[in-house]
T-cell receptor, first 112, second 112 residues
Framework: EPEVTQTPSHQVTQMGQEVILRCVPI?????FYWYRQILGQKVEFLVS????????KSEIFDDQFSVERPDGSNFTLKIRSTKLEDSAMYFC??????????FGPGTRLTVL | RKEVEQDPGPFNVPEGATVAFNCTYS??????FFWYRQDCRKEPKLLMS???SGNEDGRFTAQLNRASQYISLLIRDSKLSDSATYLC?????????????FGTGTRLQVTL
């Protein structure tokens, strides 16, 4: 069964550093997403991406964040100048229709 | 009013019991509806889509009431393996932009 993969599974960084979270969506999917989940809280939408551009972003997704699809398979989330409150589980997801999403296993980001 | 609202639980039920979860959503223009399941520290996994006519998948039955903006999930003959958090998810789509909004989830614990 096709799956979304994410690397690394756990990233520890110092406050103020930049991190890049990587995702490989399902190969024939056209819609890509990043969500995050702070421990004990709900899953929150960050950004959606279609046809090589951002189609929607939340108020969380400010200038600190950027997404890129550098080649035909990878989808990355860059977080610049990380803050303590960026510590969360970051989930990548993809969809063939823009309706139901398939999520990757997540990257746990810990900012110290 | 929250975009997607659920009773956080926990619901503690004995094995074999029937349990029902409810969810309300605020955006009347929402277009697609889903129940996802999330195990502790794992990614959300699609359990089932929810249709206006109601739909069933084995022991699981989902229903949608658009007039009341209300979604339900019924689990019959609960198994220990059903213990998880059940997430009510609503999709609102404009053009190519598609955003799934998650409820906080309802935690289910099935006991012997």
């Amino acid at each position: 069964e096709p799956e979304v993969t994410q690397t690394p599974s756990h990233q520890v960084t110092q406050m103020g550093q930049e991190v890049i979270l990587r995702c490989v969506p399902i190969s024939n999917h056209l819609y890509f997403y990043w969500y995050r989940q702070i421990l004990g809280q709900k899953v929150e939408f960050l950004v959606s991406f279609y046809n090589n551009e951002i189609s929607e972003k939340s108020e969380i997704f400010d200038d600190q964040f950027s997404v890129e699809r550098p080649d035909g398979s990878n989808f990355t989330l860059k977080i610049r100048s990380t803050k303590l409150e960026d510590s969360a589980m970051y989930f990548c997801a993809s969809s063939d229709s823009g309706r139901a999403l398939i999520f990757g296993p997540g990257t746990r980001l810990t900012v110290l | 009013r929250k975009e997607v609202e659920q009773d956080p639980g926990p619901f503690n039920v004995p094995e074999g019991a029937t349990v029902a979860f409810n969810c309300t959503y605020s955006n009347s223009a929402s277009q697609s509806f889903f129940w996802y399941r999330q195990d502790c520290r794992k990614e959300p996994k699609l359990l089932m889509s929810v249709y206006s006519s109601g739909n069933e998948d084995g022991r699981f039955t989902a229903q949608l009431n658009r007039a009341s903006q209300y979604i339900s999930l019924l689990i019959r003959d609960s198994k220990l393996s059903d213990s998880a958090t059940y997430l009510c998810v609503v999709n609102f789509r404009t053009g190519t932009a598609s955003k799934l909004t998650f409820g906080t989830g309802t935690r289910l614990q099935v006991t012997l």
